[in-house]
């Protein structure tokens, strides 16, 4: 009992040591059981982003993780030593282990650094611009930076932003959602419809034939001319 005591206590020095570079540490034995359902899709790993399953110590797992450019995250089981490598920032535990107890969860900090904050509930890694830009020069932006413009999933998405927006002053954000086509369907920057909306009542209008783009403000969402400026948040996909 005493070396398995010791045992963790150096594994748990070595790995705050390590800590101090690349690897968030949360612990999700709390969190999982109070999972927010509608957010299993989005945070659910699917086996296309584990990397690698194996028995690890912590501090093997983390090293591993960290030299391996592809992984995002892992999970470790001290109970049965086993390390889980993702290429992901989502938290959700592959299907076959979702009931599983005693894994932990870590995030290399790397990817999402820079002046970016990491929501870790959502997987979100984001950064409000207080500085206004049309919304092409806000992409722009936000591809300097290796990011796209923000787009929003769902309701979640949407409460936490607008915090964000709140706390930052903004009192909008050019969004990336565009008009696309006689039909006006809203795309999104890779081209793929989107499936979530906030729009405020009596939008979208398409005030004066002219509005292709769309904003996030107080209210919802407002289609707009796309030649005005807005504040912007450019988001990192993790
Ligand atoms: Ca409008």
Redesign the pocket.
């Known amino acids: 009992m005493f070396y398995m005591i010791f045992y963790i206590h150096t594994m748990l020095n070595m790995l705050k040591q390590y800590n101090t570079s690349n690897i968030d540490i949360y612990n999700m034995n709390s969190s999982c059981s109070t999972w927010n359902p509608d957010l299993d899709s989005v945070n659910n790993l699917n086996a296309s982003v584990v990397l690698w399953e194996r028995n690890d110590y912590l501090i093997d797992c983390a090293i591993g993780c960290d030299r391996a450019r592809s992984c995002r995250s892992f999970f470790h089981n001290p109970t049965n030593e086993t390390c889980l490598a993702s290429s992901s920032y989502k938290r959700g535990l592959p299907t076959d282990k979702a009931g599983q107890q005693g894994w932990n969860y870590y995030t290399k900090k790397q990817y999402c650094d820079q002046g970016y904050s990491f929501n870790q509930t959502l997987g979100l890694c984001y950064k409000l611009y207080s500085i206004s830009k049309d919304c092409d020069n806000a992409m722009i932006s936000c591809e300097a930076d290796g990011a796209k413009l923000l787009t929003i999933r769902n309701e979640a998405e949407y409460s936490f932003i607008y915090d964000v927006m709140m706390k930052g002053s903004a009192p909008s954000i050019c969004i990336g959602l565009r008009a696309i086509g006689a039909n006006r369907e809203w795309m999104s920057w890779n081209s793929q419809a989107a499936s979530y909306f906030k729009w405020d009542i009596y939008?979208?209008?398409?005030?004066l034939g002219k509005?292709n783009c769309v904003e996030m403000f107080a209210y919802g969402y407002?289609?707009?001319d796309c030649n005005l400026a807005k504040y912007f948040i450019c988001q990192r996909f993790i």
Not at 203 to 207: E, G
């Open positions: 939008q979208p209008d398409n005030y509005e407002n289609d707009f």
